[in-house]
């Protein structure tokens, strides 16, 4: 690596991290977004706890509580619907002209600024994502190891990725926030409902099981949920079920890597066109 390349390279992190602080400060001033995104989750693990209180010991399997087979779907929908909100900042810069004086200003690469987005919503999910583990920790789902929270954090990171270029994406391609929102409700519910956050694949019509078993929320529920069950599980475990192939850790931690680079892949293009 030459001096030259080193210096751009110093240079990008500089700039993303200065991006960075800006969306920081403006969430320390406006703390409200965080406060929401940690309420809200912990509400669902009381309700639907509470709901399913009375629910037969077994019933989702393996002697599983309906705590534990919650959690999981909650750590991830969490930070799916996190990061699927991740444009909406880039979109009001655009609205607001904020967008373009970044756009003008002299820097190493414009991608530093979708770089400082993916940083900050990435750790606001772990963010989340900790308090999601301890409060269901509290109502019975128990702690997972060290191993296990760590792998957990993976799975969280690598959906988290995806979605949230998939949603910076939108924030280029549509033409307002009204139809970024719009794209963010028809998306949301539908992918939660059509996953294994709520209920399991056994429960499901063969058609939703399908559908489910092609959701990318359900790849990374699913490998949470057995490492909250199992403690002694392993890359190898076959961590998923569905109507056609069983799937072990590393196949789905390769299956959401794969996920992942097709969207960062797919979205490139497009970026570096209105960046130009």
């Known amino acids: 690596m030459t001096v030259a390349q080193s210096s751009s390279i110093s240079q990008f992190w500089q700039e993303t991290f200065a991006l960075n602080k800006r969306l920081f400060i403006q969430l320390k001033r406006r703390p409200s977004t965080l406060v929401a995104g940690v309420i809200q989750p ?20 393996n002697d599983l509580n309906y705590a534990q087979f919650l959690a999981p ?14 444009g909406l900042p880039v979109m009001f810069d655009r609205e607001f002209g904020f967008l ?8 190493t690469s414009r991608f530093s600024i979708v770089m400082a987005s993916v940083i900050y919503i990435i750790t606001l999910s772990l963010i989340q994502t900790a308090v999601i583990v301890i409060a269901s920790a509290f109502i019975g ?14 799975i969280v990171f690598l959906i988290v990725l995806g979605v949230t270029g998939l949603s910076l994406g939108f ?28 209920a399991p694949l056994s429960f499901m019509a063969k058609w939703l099981q399908i559908v489910a078993s092609l959701n990318p929320l359900t790849y990374a529920i699913e490998p949470i949920r057995y490492i909250y069950q199992n403690s002694d599980w392993s890359l190898s ?23 992942d680079l097709v969207i960062l892949l797919t979205i490139k293009p497009l970026l570096s066109r209105r960046f130009a």
Request: hydrophobic content about 65%.
């Open 42 to 61: 912990f509400m669902w693990l009381i309700l639907f706890g509470a709901l399913f209180r009375g629910a037969p010991q077994g019933l989702f399997g």
């Open 73 to 86: 779907g909650i750590i991830v929908f969490t930070a799916f619907s996190g990061a699927l909100n991740a």
């Open 100 to 107: 373009n004086r970044l756009l003008v200003a002299p820097l």
């Open 141 to 154: 789902a128990g702690l997972p190891s060290f191993a296990g929270l760590s792998a957990i954090a993976l």
């Open 171 to 198: 924030a280029f391609a549509l033409p307002g926030h009204i139809e970024l929102i719009a794209v963010i409700f028809v998306i949301n519910l539908p992918l939660l409902f059509a996953s294994t956050a709520l």
């Open 237 to 259: 475990s076959v961590v998923m079920n569905t109507p056609w192939v069983d799937f072990s850790l590393v196949t789905v931690l390769s299956i959401l890597l794969t996920f």
